[in-house]
């Protein structure tokens, strides 16, 4: 019995069909790799670009007497536009935001 074991133990591993190793084993898995990167691309990377894009088209195209909603849920009119900030006119009181701190322009 002892003998059967040891000699179980020696034999090399059963060889499997077909190439082990190299480039030809590796292809599925990158195929895949790829499909993954893929689809991460289209579903995740490319529509936060595309309204990031329009979001910084809308920034650019504040003028004054646009009705406007800021991030913090503020609505008012803009009364005044600098390149980096904006100034809000709430009834009769004016604030000073940041142009990033448009979240919308409303519809008229």
Aim: proline share 4%; aromatic share 6%.
């Amino acid at each position: 019995m002892l003998n059967t074991i040891s000699y179980l133990l020696m034999m090399p591993p059963a060889q499997q069909g077909g190439d082990s190793g190299g480039l030809s084993g590796m292809m599925p898995t990158l195929i895949m790799f790829a499909a993954i990167i893929l689809v991460f691309y289209l579903l995740m990377i490319r529509p936060q670009k595309k309204r990031q894009k329009e979001h910084q088209n809308m920034l650019n195209a504040l003028q004054m007497g646009d009705k406007i909603i800021t991030t913090t849920g503020m609505h008012g009119t803009i009364d005044q536009v600098n390149e980096r900030t904006i100034v809000i006119k709430v009834d009769s009181v004016k604030f000073t935001f940041e142009k990033t701190a448009v979240a919308s322009k409303v519809l008229q």
